[in-house]
């Protein structure tokens, strides 16, 4: 017979975290007793019950009833004390809210407990002095302004039906029922689907097996799913589509005209004055990017030179935020989609990124004084209502709702921290492509 010999199963320790804090704390039954013996006295004075008038019923039914509830809130209020007490005695900042468990064996007459809780990290901001940050530059000439309006009259094609084969960029309408292994799978049939030959919106083979096709015609073929597919009953499977075509259509774009102009919102057609208008909206959107680019690039600085922890009970709360955030925009956009499951755990890295940003900015903020003034506020708010027909309008609605105000004074907040390391970074200009700065890119 084998023997075998039990060996040592070796575990990782769980990871300290640097931010925690304990503290032991006592309070005295007395001083609860006391607590508890003030609060039914108090209680007493408009208590209700049937058979007496109110403030007459007897202590000993008070206490009957209001004890427990009495004596709970006077341990709670007692232990906050307490822990106040040692938190400004020992002038520290809490993260969060702080655990409290019990300790066994306590002395007599008191009871002890144990707080468990987070810290905020004490840093001083890094040097960003020697960093560089590329600043991208793009001006916009009549090449952009021709590559947008020709994205705006892709963005209005019509189709109309031909009788010929159908070639990349038509758009077929088409039934469709899939089988694997000779067995129709669920979500594999559909009935009048769109689908446009070589849009990428299909899996390659199907949309490849549509080239060439006419209306009326049936076709019969393989379709391989990729290894990574979504449905893992398909992922890497072969499967087999039968396709009737009902129609193929051709793109058709709208002529650059007054027609063109006004759908685009230029009440009198001018060709010339439309451009204007493409032009500087191009530029906004444009500038807006660039900005955006550098404030990303500021803030990866800020995190790289300041690598500090930060409390996990922050990170968790933000992330329980976010998630929320992202459910209820989930349901705005699709109803259908209200019962699915969003994980705070998903949204993880994101809160912690933000977390730690949040306390290098406050720090910054605090050390630099670089307070926002109103006039700061006031430039953000114009600049997001400029895009808008009627600005002053949208600049009264944002300052009549606080919590706009309040987002508005967080990006004028930020423009300053960005301001302030390009000011201390060092600086260098990097022209960027039209198409690599849209995303438009093939």
């Known amino acids: 017979m084998e023997t075998t010999q039990d060996t040592p199963v070796q575990t990782a320790a769980p990871p300290v975290n640097p931010l925690e804090r304990r503290l032991d704390m006592a309070v005295t039954l007395a001083e609860i007793e006391r607590e ?7 209680i007493a004075k408009t208590a209700k019950m049937a058979g007496f008038r109110p403030g007459k019923v007897p202590m000993k039914l008070v206490e009957k ?14 232990i906050d004390k307490a822990f106040n007490e040692l938190v400004r005695a020992q002038n520290l900042r809490i993260a969060g809210q702080p655990r409290v468990e019990p300790k066994a064996g306590s002395e007599e007459g008191k009871l002890e407990f144990t707080a468990i809780f987070e810290v905020y990290p004490e840093f001083q901001i890094g040097d960003v002095t020697g960093k560089t940050i590329e600043k991208p530059v793009l001006t916009i000439t009549d090449v952009e302004v021709d590559q947008t309006i020709e994205v705006l009259r892709k963005q209005r094609t019509t189709y109309a039906e031909v009788d010929r084969a159908s070639v990349k960029g038509d758009r077929l ?20 689907y769109p689908v446009f030959v070589g849009g990428g ?3 390659p083979d199907f949309e490849a097996a549509l080239e060439g096709v006419k209306s009326g015609e049936e076709k019969t073929f393989d379709v391989n799913f990729p290894e990574d597919y979504h449905a893992k009953d398909l992922a890497g499977q072969q499967v087999q589509f039968t396709v009737v075509v009902k129609k193929v259509e051709e793109p058709r774009l709208p002529e650059v005209d007054a027609d063109f102009a006004r759908a685009l919102g230029i009440k009198e057609g001018d060709v010339a004055k439309m451009r204007e208008e493409v032009k500087a909206n191009l530029e906004r959107e444009v500038a807006n990017r660039l900005k955006n680019r550098v404030k990303e690039q500021a803030m990866n600085l800020l995190l790289e030179t300041n690598p500090i922890d930060v409390p996990q009970s922050l990170v968790q709360a933000e992330a329980q ?14 109803p259908q989609m209200k019962d699915m499951p969003v994980e705070a755990s998903w949204f993880l890295d994101q809160a912690a990124r933000r977390v730690k940003l949040g ?9 630099q004084d670089l307070h926002v003034k109103p ?19 949208v600049v009264r609605w ?19 921290v960005v301001d302030w390391v390009l000011a201390h970074a060092q600086v260098t200009e990097k022209p960027v492509a039209f198409d690599e700065l849209m995303g438009t890119q093939a």
Not at 36 to 42: G, N, P
């Open 375 to 393: 006039e700061e506020v006031r430039a953000v708010v114009d600049e997001y209502a400029a895009t808008f027909e009627e600005p002053q309008e």
């Open 173 to 192: 309408i088409v039934d469709f029922t899939g089988r694997k292994n000779g067995e129709e799978f669920p979500g594999g049939k559909a009935t009048d």
């Open 359 to 367: 306390l290098i900015i406050a720090e910054l903020v605090k050390s």
């Open 398 to 416: 944002y300052y009549s709702k606080p919590e706009m105000l309040a987002h508005a004074e967080v990006l004028a907040m930020e423009n300053k």
């Open 321 to 334: 935020q976010m998630a929320q955030r992202a459910l209820e925009d989930l349901k705005q956009r699709n």
């Open 65 to 78: 009833m209001y004890a427990g509830e009495a004596r709970s809130e006077a341990l709670g209020a007692a």
């Open 36 to 42: 508890v013996e003030q609060q039914l006295k108090r």
């Open 201 to 203: 919106m299909m899996l």
